[in-house]
């Protein structure tokens, strides 16, 4: 079919190249420091220290840097609106906007110039608040203090945190009230909830719990204007800004039509996955291709400054945006701006934030299970056929925290170590982020990668960190071993992913991937996997070996009179005998949705064909895959 054909190439020509808590209750909290050395006590020191120098509450900084940064300081690198260090102090030039490789320049404005601000208020040097922790925490404490004085509210580090929600909505630099009462919002939420996580530089910072009733009606005092909720058109939270952008549904060609195809989901198929994608482009200029009748399409677009959300297609509406047909049929596709190979620099905490916001409402909303398996990198997608394999995506890539992810929604990847891990066993990845910083190659022209925290474990042949890294016989159709480039998935076990342990060696453990033993290093006391129950498939008895696929179509007999049939076919993978493989899900539709035509003309078009062979969806390698029902047995795991 010419548009397929159209769809396929459009998707080739983006692809990406090869390239918590310590709580309490009581007073202010404090920062604590547990790792020694001069660097941490200058992490203990510095909140309090700017507390009183500036007159700001110790727990207004310390969440205002958590919700900004989750304490982290880049190393130094700015974020993508400019922002450095702990505080996300900004420095971009108003005369010279930093153009965001999609030929856009980012929003001009004060907002985008904190750095200097803070340097004039306190008279310190612009790359000291750049580059020196102690100092960005004392810059962002003076911004502070001048937006509550410029309410006319009291400064005073013994000051209610209550009564600061106008200052901190003023330090969000959002364009709207809308935007600007969601960051401040999500400041107060975390103040009640509290934190602890270990920094970039392996710091330890604890944020007690602190439960105050914030004075919102503050945010009438500031100057900026009321923005628009999510309404109207826009399917939406309330809580997050929300834009209808249409992504065009016309003619353009005769015959050829773009950019989505018209549905009526659930009842054309369920939704059973969101897709987490990056744009590999700046906001405005993904935002132009949306637009584009002969480009593909998505539900959802996210800005990284301040999660500000578009909304281009429905739900109920088929989107062009997975690279697969039956994904598309049962997905809803996000686009968070961002390049999967500088990672952290673009995934801003507002990103999470705001994206964590508009998956749980859609999830919700269309029964969509909070994990792993439903709420899916586009790194997850398989291939249709063997021939689309190699091609298919890794966005949003080893830089994703998807941990961290799962916490926002509010289900937290399992890490709980209840259950002994032996042969048999499913377990579940969690090798935590920030200090899990794996060798990953080719992100800059030089071949190298900032060293950054990953999501991942690398699975290799052996029990031998010296041992060459799994195969992967569709990206690699040869017999070499897969590679640490940053495109390349093949030997990844992701945050959340699930695998059959085939046995243990020491720190070693060799699960089932791919149709092989991969082995990764998980000691008793660090592990990085945590058994849990479950169901896994495995091959009927007297099989030697069963295919796996990559859509769950149906049967040839289930095909009416002028609906073609799609053909079944495996992709070049086998479960062999002997091998287990846990079941993500028991209850996928077995379809596929006809939509060739603009009009849905004739009357076999825009129709639902449901079929009556079973599927089961498996964890089977980086990506997911599917199994017939007819040639596994179900059993429960060890």
């Known amino acids: 079919m010419r548009r397929r054909s159209k769809i396929l190439a459009a998707l080739a020509a983006v692809a990406l190249p090869m390239t918590v808590t310590g709580v309490s209750s009581g007073g202010p909290p404090a920062a604590v420091a547990s790792t020694p050395g001069p660097a941490s006590a200058v992490a203990a020191g510095a909140f309090k220290a700017a507390s009183q120098q500036y007159g700001v509450p110790e727990s207004v900084l310390l969440a205002v840097s958590y919700a900004e940064t989750r304490w982290d300081d880049h190393q130094g690198k700015a974020s993508t609106s400019g922002g450095y260090g702990p505080m996300h102090l900004t420095a971009v030039d108003p005369a010279e906007a930093v153009d965001l490789s999609g030929g856009e320049k980012v929003a001009k404005g004060e907002s985008l110039r904190t750095l200097y601000k803070a340097s004039e208020l306190t008279g310190l040097d612009p790359a000291a608040l750049r580059n020196d922790t102690a100092t960005n925490i004392a810059g962002g404490a003076a911004l502070l203090a001048e937006y509550q004085r410029s309410l006319k509210l009291p400064v005073g580090a013994s000051t209610s945190a209550a009564d600061w929600y106008g200052a901190i909505s003023s330090y969000a630099g959002a364009a709207d009230k809308t935007s600007a009462s969601a960051f401040a919002d999500d400041v ?22 602190l439960q105050v009733t914030p004075a919102k009606s503050q945010l009438a005092r500031t100057p900026l204007p009321a923005g628009t909720k999510a309404a109207g058109a826009t399917e939406c939270p309330t809580t997050i800004t929300c834009e209808w952008l249409p992504a065009p549904y016309h003619v353009t060609t005769p015959g050829d039509y773009g950019n989505h195809d018209l549905a009526n989901r659930p009842k054309t198929g369920k939704i059973d996955y969101i897709v987490i994608h990056d744009t590999e482009g700046g906001w405005q200029g993904t935002l132009n291709l949306v637009q584009d009748p002969t480009y593909v399409s998505w539900q959802y677009t996210m800005r990284s400054s301040d999660g500000h959300v578009w909304q281009h297609v429905k739900a109920n509406d088929v989107a062009w945006h997975a690279g697969n047909w039956y994904v598309n049929m049962h997905s809803i596709g996000i686009e968070h701006e961002g390049f999967a190979a500088q990672g952290a620099t673009w995934f801003t905490e507002s990103l999470y934030r705001n994206s964590a916001k508009l998956v749980r409402y859609l999830a919700a909303k269309n029964d969509i299970p909070l994990d792993r398996a439903h709420i899916i990198g586009h790194d997850q997608v398989p291939g249709t056929i063997p021939s689309t394999v190699a091609g298919m995506h890794w966005d949003p890539g080893p830089y994703w925290d998807w941990e961290h992810y799962f916490d926002l929604l509010g289900a937290p990847i399992y890490g709980h170590n209840v259950f002994p891990v032996k042969a048999g066993s499913i377990v579940t990845i969690k090798p935590g982020f920030a200090d899990n910083v794996q060798v990953v190659t080719n ?3 030089d071949g190298t990668c900032a060293p950054q925290g990953t999501n991942f474990v690398y699975l ?11 195969k992967d016989l569709g990206l690699r159709p040869g017999s070499s071993a897969s590679t640490t480039q940053v495109s390349d998935i093949g030997a990844r076990a992701a945050a959340g992913s699930q695998y059959v342990v085939a046995e243990r060696s020491g720190d070693w453990v060799a699960v089932w991937y791919l149709g092989a033993k991969g082995w990764f290093k998980s000691p008793a006391g660090t592990p990085d996997a945590f058994a849990k129950p479950g169901l896994v498939v495995k091959p009927k008895a007297g099989r030697t070996s069963v295919p796996v696929y990559g859509r769950a179509y149906p049967e040839q007999s289930a095909y009416p009179a002028g609906i073609p049939y799609q053909t079944v076919t495996p992709l070049q993978y086998t479960i062999g005998e002997g091998q287990a493989y846990p079941v993500s899900d028991a209850s996928i539709e077995t379809d596929y949705y006809r939509a060739t035509t603009f009009d849905g003309q004739p009357p076999t ?6 079929g009556k062979d079973r599927y089961y969806q498996i964890w089977f390698g980086h990506r997911m895959a599917y199994v017939r029902a007819a040639d596994v047995d179900l059993r429960p795991a060890v």
Do not use: S, W
Not at 460 to 470: I, T
Not at 605 to 610: E, K
């Open 460 to 470: 290799r042949q052996a029990p031998d960190d010296a041992a060459p890294l799994v």
């Open 605 to 610: 078009d825009h129709v639902q064909v449901l």
């Open 188 to 209: 107060y939420a975390i103040m009640a909830r509290g934190a602890a996580r270990t920094t970039n530089t392996g710091q330890q910072i604890v944020m007690p719990a």
């Open 443 to 445: 992100c800059n022209a």
